[in-house]
C-alpha cells in the first residue's frame, strides 16, 4: 500500500504518517523508486496508534504500548500502569476544568450585564495571578 492507501484505511493524515516515520513509531518498506510501502503490520500499528492517540495518550505513552504490544513476554500489569497513570491525568484535567467552569460561572452571575462599565469578570481578570 501506498500512503494514500494507508491513509485512508487507517483515517490518518499522510502528514501524521510521515511524522509518525520521523520521529520511529513505524518503519514501513521503500519501493526501489523510494515511495513508502506499507504492509498490513504498518496499517495496525497506525490504527493502533490513531486509537490511542484520540483517548489521549502521549506518544512516548504509544511508543511504551507498541513495545509492549509487540512483546510477546509482557505483563499486562505494564500495560495497566501506563493506562492508569493517564487516567489520572485525565481525571486532574476534569478536575481543573470544573474547577474554571465555577469560577467563571460565579462570575457571570455576579455581572449584571447591563450598561454600566463595573464589570466583576474584567475585575477579576484583573486582580488574580496565574497559576500553573
Do not use: W
Amino acid at each position: 500500500m501506498n500512503i494514500g492507501d494507508v491513509s485512508a484505511r487507517s483515517g490518518l493524515p499522510a502528514k501524521t504518517i510521515r511524522y509518525y516515520e520521523d520521529i520511529g513509531l513505524l518503519k514501513p518498506l521503500r519501493d526501489a523508486n523510494g515511495y513508502r510501502a506499507f504492509q498490513e503490520k504498518e496499517l495496525h500499528k497506525l490504527t493502533f496508534l490513531g486509537r490511542a492517540r484520540a483517548l489521549g495518550f502521549t506518544i512516548e505513552d504509544c511508543r511504551a504500548l507498541l513495545a509492549l504490544y509487540d512483546d510477546d513476554t509482557r505483563e499486562s500489569a505494564d500495560v495497566k500502569r501506563i493506562a492508569n497513570e493517564h487516567l489520572k491525568q485525565i481525571e486532574a484535567k476534569i478536575a481543573d476544568l470544573k474547577s474554571m467552569r465555577d469560577t467563571l460561572s460565579h462570575l457571570i452571575d455576579e455581572c449584571a450585564g447591563d450598561d454600566r462599565p463595573d464589570c466583576p469578570i474584567l475585575k477579576d481578570l484583573s486582580t488574580h495571578k496565574v497559576s500553573n
